[in-house]
T-cell receptor, first 113, second 114 residues
Framework: KAGVTQTPRYLIKTRGQQVTLSCSPISGHRSVSWYQQTPGQGLQFLFE???????NKGNFPGRFSGRQFSNSRSEMNVSTLELGDSALYLC????????????FGPGTRLTVT | DQQVKQNSPSLSVQEGRISILNCDYTNSMFDYFLWYKKYPAEGPTFLISISSIKDKNEDGRFTVFLNKSAKHLSLHIVPSQPGDSAVYFC?????????????FGTGTKLQVIP
């Protein structure tokens, strides 16, 4: 089985711009979650989608949004980028849900200048 | 409010010895706990999990212990190998607002010295 893939792997954006990240889960997995990782903060949960429905959301501002398509692929969008949004964004998929064993992609490294 | 805490940012252990990574949590609603390992430039990899109805779960060299009264869990790696050098995250999940939520700790960087 192919693993979780994320595109792009690296991205440089300017403050004020918007960005869209993409995630393709493991085949058959209906749960896709997004996390932000910054030094010293661990993995901060952004949101989880299950069968195209957002079923949980972390404590991030409305500038962070996502969606899931019928083939379980997911996108995450960040509007009006701020310098503090520079981070590694990880996507994870699961057959059961975010609270069980998850399979992570390699992440997208976003740098905001 | 960090509900899952890994108070040791780093740990160094000699090859062949035991590595003990600790994790504390504050929320009694957590009922399922997981450990993940992360190498640089890769996403985290699931290691082992434990339900709150158990106090121990073992998988090869990895054992997780759960002390619910102390709200503490630990991961034991025996014997430690250089390939175990990575950042280890503990995670806790429980029901909140009608859904199961997962919260990760900040990670402990383990270095196994050959």
């Amino acid at each position: 089985k192919a693993g979780v893939t994320q595109t792009p792997r690296y991205l440089i954006k300017t403050r004020g711009q918007q960005v869209t990240l993409s995630c393709s889960p493991i085949s058959g997995h209906r749960s896709v979650s997004w996390y932000q990782q910054t030094p010293g903060q661990g993995l901060q949960f952004l949101f989880e989608y299950f069968s195209e429905t957002q079923r949980n959301k972390g404590n991030f501002p409305g500038r962070f949004s996502g969606r899931q398509f019928s083939n379980s692929r997911s996108e995450m969008n960040v509007s009006t980028l701020e310098l503090g949004d520079s981070a590694l964004y990880l996507c994870a998929s699961s057959s059961k849900g975010a609270t069980y064993e998850q399979y992570f992609g390699p992440g997208t490294r976003l740098t905001v200048t | 409010d960090q509900q899952v805490k890994q108070n040791s940012p780093s740990l160094s252990v000699q090859e062949g010895r035991i590595s003990i990574l600790n994790c504390d949590y504050t929320n009694s609603m957590f009922d399922y706990f997981l450990w993940y390992k992360k190498y640089p430039a890769e996403g985290p990899t699931f290691l082992i999990s434990i339900s709150s109805i158990k106090d121990k779960n073992e998988d090869g060299r990895f054992t997780v212990f759960l002390n619910k009264s102390a709200k503490h869990l630990s991961l034991h790696i025996v014997p430690s190998q250089p390939g175990d050098s990575a950042v280890y995250f503990c995670a806790a999940s429980g029901r909140s607002g009608g859904y199961q939520k997962v919260t990760f700790g900040t990670g402990t960087k383990l270095q196994v010295i050959p």
